[in-house]
């Protein structure tokens, strides 16, 4: 296992496992992934990205199959407290997850759950804090924040802990525009700058499209997985999963079959408007 | 004209150490048959606004009226404009209660006082309007649905009372592309068929103005765009970046195709219309040429 850092193999969820109405959330998934990836889940409602995601901190336990993370397979109850500090969450809605009355309190709060010394904590928030660009609000209240710099903040309580995985759970699906820009290039940092492993669950195409890697789930399956100018092309099976494709990809296909010169992969805004120059 | 904005003023906590202005003089007339689109980033006013339309909130100077009537008077009977505008708050899901669905569409027009047969002919109505089978559904307890399918019940909830117009405050947060695109769908249905006016409320521009007719666009408690979709997309890209609202991928790719000298129309909503665009273009381009 070189390098393979949460190997997933034959994972199945069933909930309700001893009751009547039985839900199979998950079936089968074989995944691994790698120190320093940028991945991106998608799939629609029920697909079971939520529940693939809970596995990887132990919220949830496999019905069958096994899930290790650097090693430790999320079963041994004695390594629960040691996996969930290396795999950070950050779920949907920031008014959850933010407990503390002060933007550093809240930060603070799982370093003092597991005994670090006040003057290790401090220097560890207000690392955490920089690297979300939050610092100057450390003495704000999180309420009185915007949705994005909330989110923030819930990243930065997730980082504090020096978590190398970072899970988050459609992060930007209550926030406008502004506050998902905010998200994204903060993600992106994470990963480029602080080499956190990064899972990112999102309904919004264009969001994923800017992953290295894209899984796309169905009813608790994997039904596509590559890079993104691999997955996005595929319009038909998308539209089949019942997710959205890229305007600008689906732009770039059809006039590709229109004949004119513009590849299928084209993803970016910039690189169709280059590819267009040459035409008109 | 059915509601009608003068000079429109809103402070939450007035004369508190938390006083906010909210709203600032907005002037508005909106037509019983429209379709609009209210975008706007997140804390800009929205919501606040249109809970003004049905008298939930009560301007701090200014004036509204709905139907000629001045919700401000003494003595308005809100009841009866709330019948006339129904609004949906965002996520309606979390207000579902009763142990059926047909008993939550029924709560409406029961509490309307209409006798039981009137009653059962409504909520078939208003199912049927939402896409869901009356057989299938009726006696199914709403928590058992799919988030999509209880917001569907919400929303018939509302229509049930058969309102005249109908606002709906970020009717497709949280649900994913097929629930988003099946509720804006059954939405514009309802606009076409029944001829309701609709008021949607959301910061998911790409989706939104290819639905709707008209776009009010909101900033900082002020409405600062009103126009067509096209027109907007059009000849105001700018403006609407600077808020903070972005553009959908296609628009954005026109105008930068437009900054780069290239003569094209800018005011697309939709893949369609791009492709129609720089289809017409090159066709253009190649007859010039020859």
Partial sequence: ?280 | MFIHLENLCFTYSLGMPFETEVLKNINLEINKDEFIGLIGHTGCGKTTLIQHFNGLLIPTSGKIYVEGVDLNKKGVNLKLIRQKIGLVFQYPENQLFEETIDQEVAFGPRKLGLPEVKIEKRVREALKMVDLDYNLYAERSPFSLSGGEMRRVALASILSIRPKMLILDEPTANLDPRGRDNILSEIKKIHNNFGMGVVLVSHNMEKVAETVDRLLVMHRGEIILDGAPQEIFEKHANDLVEVGLGLPQVTECMHKLKEKGKDVYTGVLTVDDAERVILKKIKNDKEINV
Avoid at chain 1, 44 to 59: E, F, I, Q
Avoid at chain 1, 163 to 171: A, H, I, Q, R, W
Avoid at chain 1, 206 to 231: C, N, Y
Avoid at chain 1, 242 to 263: C, F, H, Y
Wanted: net charge neutral.
């Fill in chain 1, 1 to 280: 296992m070189v390098n393979i850092l949460i190997k997933i193999k034959n994972l199945s969820h069933v909930y309700n496992y001893h009751k009547k109405d039985q839900i199979k959330a998950l079936d089968s998934i074989n995944l691994e992934i790698k120190n320093g990836d940028f991945i991106s889940i998608i799939g629609s409602n029920g697909s079971g990205k939520s529940t693939l995601a809970k596995h990887m901190n132990c919220l949830l336990l496999p019905t069958t199959g096994d899930i290790w993370v650097d090693k430790m397979n999320t079963k041994d109850k004695s390594k629960t407290w040691e996996i969930r500090r290396k795999v950070g969450m950050v779920f949907q809605n920031p008014d959850n997850q933010i407990i503390a009355t002060t933007v550093e309190d809240d930060i603070a709060f799982g370093l003092e759950n597991i005994g670090i010394k006040t003057k290790l904590m401090r220097e560890r928030v207000i690392w955490a804090l920089e690297v979300v660009e939050m610092e100057e609000y450390k003495k704000s209240e999180p309420h009185l924040l915007s949705g994005g710099q909330k989110q923030r903040v819930a990243i930065a309580g997730a980082i504090a802990m020096h978590s190398s995985y970072l899970v988050l759970d459609e992060p930007t699906a209550m926030l406008d525009p502004r506050g998902r820009k905010e998200v994204m290039d903060i993600v992106k940092k994470l990963n480029r700058e602080e080499n956190i492993t990064i899972i990112y669950i999102t309904h919004l195409m264009e969001e994923a499209a800017e992953f290295s890697q894209v899984i796309a789930l169905d009813k608790g399956k994997i039904a596509l997985a590559g890079k993104p100018e691999e997955v996005f092309t595929q319009i038909e099976v998308l539209k089949q999963l019942r997710l959205d494709v890229p305007q600008i990809t689906e732009l770039a296909l059809r006039l590709n079959k229109r004949g004119i010169n513009i590849s299928p992969h084209t993803l970016k805004v910039e690189d169709m408007v280059e590819s267009l120059c040459l035409y008109i």
